[in-house]
């Protein structure tokens, strides 16, 4: 008897590092549901991966289309392995600079669309198992200059995923794994837009990552999940001990934030990202 690929859903993965998750899951077996508000781009990732790829429009914030898009390929592979929540939003400045609706969308996109990605997969996958990774971001561990709201909203995303997956096992469920990536910056289409932003400089602080290196791993996380996986690892460790020693941080942004704007002009200039 043959039975239909196991499910796979990815939010946000109509481009960048989500398109490149999709594809992988797809040479994985997987019967995968590309989602993305931008309904054109969904559409074409889902063509370009193949005939049994599906899709859907899907604006995170909204619990109603999250749960359709579970109800979508848990119809079509009456099973869901795994739930990526990759889809997020960044807008820099100061947080008393930008206007209450972008501040709230930051939070809704990048918190709350997590949260809701994260419900609907647990609720098709209990009893039968599953892995929710969860795209986080650096920011999500330390004080991000510039920053500040999207940070706030990948604190909110990792301490949302890092207490109910306590919750899952305080329950008995243990079938059911939940995994935060925390990438630096990425070169993707978020990152191409902020070259002349000061305000992102701290992005550009470290060594950028290309989109194949965050979704290589992706690909150990899905062998081997992990609460948290920081990537790069020295970063990540950066960051860690900025956060324990919070005035010890505080007074490294000053030469982090300059390094961050020299990268960004000579990449202005027509250097390749490092």
């Not at 590092?17 to 969904?42: C, K, Q, S, W, Y």
């Not at 995170?60 to 392995?81: F, K, N, Y």
């Not at 837009?193 to 470290?206: E, I, M």
């Not at 990537?231 to 956060?243: E, F, H, K, N, S």
């Amino acid at each position: 008897m043959n039975r239909s690929p196991a499910g796979a859903v990815v939010t946000g993965a109509g481009r960048g590092l989500g398109r490149l998750i999709a594809a992988i899951l797809v040479e994985r077996g997987h019967r995968v549901l590309v989602t993305d508000i931008d309904e054109d781009a969904a559409h074409a990732t889902a063509a370009d991966l193949g005939p049994d790829v599906l899709w859907a429009a899907v604006d995170v914030r909204d619990e109603t289309r999250t749960a359709a898009a579970r109800d979508l390929i848990m119809a079509r592979s009456g099973r869901l392995d795994v739930w990526v929540n990759n889809a997020g939003v960044l807008v820099t400045g100061p947080a008393w600079e930008q206007p209450p609706e972008v501040r709230r969308l930051m939070l809704e996109v990048n918190g709350l669309g997590t949260v809701n990605g994260t419900v609907a997969a647990i609720e098709a996958m209990r009893g039968t198992g599953g892995h929710i990774v969860n795209v986080v971001s650096l920011a999500g561990l330390t004080a991000v200059p510039g920053e500040a709201v999207y940070a706030a909203s990948k604190h909110a995303a990792i301490g949302f995923s890092l207490s109910t997956l306590a919750d899952l096992r305080l329950a008995g469920i243990k079938e059911i794994d939940i995994s935060c990536l925390c990438p630096d910056g990425i070169w993707t289409p978020m990152l191409h837009d902020k070259l002349d932003d000061p305000a992102s400089a701290l992005s550009f602080s470290g060594t950028l990552l290309e989109p194949e290196e965050a979704a290589a791993a992706v690909r150990k996380v899905l062998d081997r999940p992990r609460p948290v996986t920081a990537i790069p690892r020295r970063r990540g460790l950066q960051v860690r001990l900025a956060d324990a020693f919070p005035s010890l941080g505080l007074r490294a942004v000053p030469l982090a934030v300059a390094r961050g704007r020299r990268v960004q002009r000579k990449m202005r200039a027509g250097a390749a990202p490092k």
